[in-house]
């Protein structure tokens, strides 16, 4: 008698198998699509930092990833503070420099927030709330940087945070832009 659980267990590979090829296809012709769409946003860092969160394996549609982008954004912007606060904790910190670092602070205490409200606005198919929300988000990396340039020869030590977080608050409007 042949065992009952093998088909059972088949079949659950296998459907196991076609949802994580449906999301990585998802993922790969969403990111196509946004990146041809935006020049704010790289392939490579798209589908990279979709897949690397583990809510993408379920999505089926692009509408499934917005959420899942505004929430990459929100533990992105998270970190950010985290790192910010780790800078601020060096007592030998010259004064402009504290200064804009707690500039940056105060901006991604607010992205937040922001993200949540583009993401609820989304969520009850309210896109244009959501992309001036995200929009509004958006602005904080450029702003953050932006201090720092008005000393001159004063490199920002969040370089590589903010092009990140720009990244990452971009693919969401781009999905939601091509929603509409």
């Known amino acids: 008698m042949k065992n009952p659980f093998a088909l059972f267990y088949t079949f659950l590979a296998f459907f196991f198998l076609l949802l994580v090829s449906v999301s990585s296809d998802v993922i790969q012709e969403s990111c196509e699509k946004a ?3 935006d ?3 790289h392939f490579d860092f798209c589908v990279a930092s979709l ?3 583990p809510n993408s394996k379920t999505a089926t549609s692009l509408e499934d ?3 899942i982008s505004i929430n990459i954004a929100i533990s992105n912007a998270t970190s950010i503070s ?3 606060s780790k800078l601020l904790e060096n007592k030998n910190l010259e ?7 707690e500039d940056c602070s105060e901006l991604y205490s607010d992205v937040g927030s922001k993200l949540q409200s583009g993401g609820e606005a989304f969520e009850s198919k309210d896109y244009g709330t959501a992309k001036v929300d995200i929009s509004a988000a958006m602005d904080a990396p450029d702003t953050c940087e932006d201090g720092f340039k008005e000393k001159k020869g004063l490199v920002s030590p969040l370089t590589k945070e903010n ?3 720009f990244q990452l608050t971009a693919i ?3 999905f939601i832009t091509l929603l509409q």
Request: aromatic share 8%; with cysteine.
């Open 163 to 165: 092009n990140n977080f």
């Open 82 to 84: 985290s790192i910010v």
């Open 65 to 67: 990833l917005v959420p």
């Open 39 to 41: 020049a704010n946003i």
């Open 51 to 53: 897949e690397e969160n």
């Open 172 to 174: 969401p409007l781009a």
């Open 95 to 101: 004064n402009y420099t504290r200064s804009c670092l």
């Open 35 to 37: 990146a041809k769409g």
